[in-house]
């Protein structure tokens, strides 16, 4: 019997940016964030994450906190996190024992928040997730054997790309919103550094429904510390997600990289060290450039053992391109716009 053909999307926070940063006009408070944009967001937000943290210890049975020193903390972290030392979120977290919690809280109140608009304002599917829905839809609306299989292995907490396919299930097939978010959230995508599991159709469905330090605080406990060096999670369900990303990653017939950074902690979690022999040896790999800026392609093909097709067209829409090629590369009968 013959075997679906798999692609699988990889994305960083450049991919989840992309679908945001021309939708909000001039309140970039409202996209997702880069990771160089984390500190200047969490500073942004900072009486408010300040405001929620006290109220959360109180509630905890704790001492009021003194606001200003608590503010002083925050902006501290936020400095040490603008030195870019820290290659991913989750290891910045994890280095800055004893306030791990105050910089996960931080980092879970601006995601959160972004994602929250998201859902709530986006209902036209965006950018380079357009063409990839509509391919998801076919390929979980007709098992054949001649449709290829569409999957997701993400490093971001927040579920855009979720949210994208629910809106396309729900064209599709005419159904609730309900059911849709449901489909979508059936093992499709990995998180790989977690999740937040924000309700999206809760979100839609409730106009009172805010992100108050009760939901906040559950995403940032959502918040996933991986070895740098072995990519190993600290939680089972990140370890899931991690061993179903590098099961989907070897069986794929095509593998695109949408704003993803190529940091050893992250191709460690994909399984990719330089001690390891070389993965990947016959599957088309293609990557666009991030941010404006081509990646260091040398660097990134030693590292994996191969070469890569690298989209940077100043002019075009690379990360819809990319996707759009992947998906007539491996299935030529399907027509994605």
């Given at each position: 019997m013959r075997k679906r053909k798999q692609i699988v999307l990889v994305t960083g926070a450049g991919a989840s940016y992309d679908l945001t940063k021309d939708r909000v006009g001039n309140n970039d408070a409202h996209w997702f964030p880069l990771g160089n944009q984390l500190p200047d967001r969490i500073s942004h937000f900072a009486d408010e994450i300040v405001r929620d943290i006290s109220e959360l210890?109180?509630?905890?049975?704790?001492?009021?906190?003194?606001?200003?020193?608590?503010?002083?903390?925050?902006?501290?972290?936020t400095d040490r996190l603008r030195t870019r030392y820290f290659e991913t979120l989750d290891q910045f977290v994890g280095m800055n024992e004893p306030e791990s919690s105050t910089a996960a809280y931080a980092a879970a109140y601006v995601i959160?928040?972004?994602?929250?608009?998201?859902?709530?304002?986006?209902?036209?599917?965006?950018?380079?997730?357009l063409p990839v829905s509509k391919a998801w839809v076919r390929s979980v609306s007709a098992p054949d054997v001649?449709?290829?299989?569409?999957?997701?292995?993400?490093?971001?907490?927040e579920q855009s790309i979720e949210w994208?396919?629910?809106?396309?299930?729900?064209?599709?097939?005419?159904?609730?919103?309900?059911?849709?978010?449901?489909?979508?959230?059936?093992?499709?995508?990995?998180?790989?550094?977690?999740?937040?599991?924000?309700?999206?159709?809760?979100?839609v469905a409730d106009a009172s429904?805010?992100?108050?330090?009760?939901?906040?605080l559950?995403?940032?406990?959502?918040?996933?510390?991986?070895?740098?060096?072995?990519?190993?999670?600290?939680?089972?369900?990140?370890?899931?997600?991690?061993?179903?990303?590098?099961?989907?990653?070897?069986?794929?017939?095509?593998?695109?990289f949408i704003g993803f950074g190529f940091h050893r902690s992250c191709l460690a979690t994909l399984g990719i060290t330089p001690s390891k022999d070389v993965v990947w040896t016959n599957t088309?790999?293609?990557?666009?450039?991030w941010h404006?800026?081509?990646?260091?392609?040398?660097?990134?093909?030693?590292?994996?053992?191969?070469?890569?097709?690298?989209l940077d067209n100043p002019e075009a829409d690379v990360n819809r391109d990319l996707v759009r090629s992947i998906i007539q590369g491996v299935d030529p009968s399907h027509s994605s716009t």
């Open positions: 210890a109180k509630q905890d049975g704790g001492r009021d906190l003194d606001l200003t020193d608590l503010r002083d903390n925050l902006l501290g972290l959160g928040q972004a994602e929250a608009w998201f859902v709530r304002n986006v209902r036209s599917i965006p950018g380079w997730l001649n449709v290829p299989i569409v999957r997701f292995v993400t490093f971001n907490y994208g396919l629910a809106l396309a299930y729900q064209a599709h097939h005419a159904c609730s919103i309900d059911t849709a978010t449901q489909v979508a959230s059936r093992g499709h995508v990995a998180h790989v550094h977690g999740c937040t599991n924000l309700k999206h159709s809760r979100i429904w805010c992100l108050h330090h009760a939901r906040v559950g995403v940032s406990r959502s918040i996933r510390l991986v070895d740098a060096d072995t990519g190993v999670a600290n939680c089972a369900a990140s370890t899931q997600a991690v061993d179903a990303a590098r099961s989907w990653l070897l069986e794929a017939d095509a593998i695109g088309p790999l293609l990557l666009t450039s404006g800026q081509r990646p260091a392609t040398l660097s990134i093909e030693r590292l994996i053992g191969r070469s890569i097709t690298i």
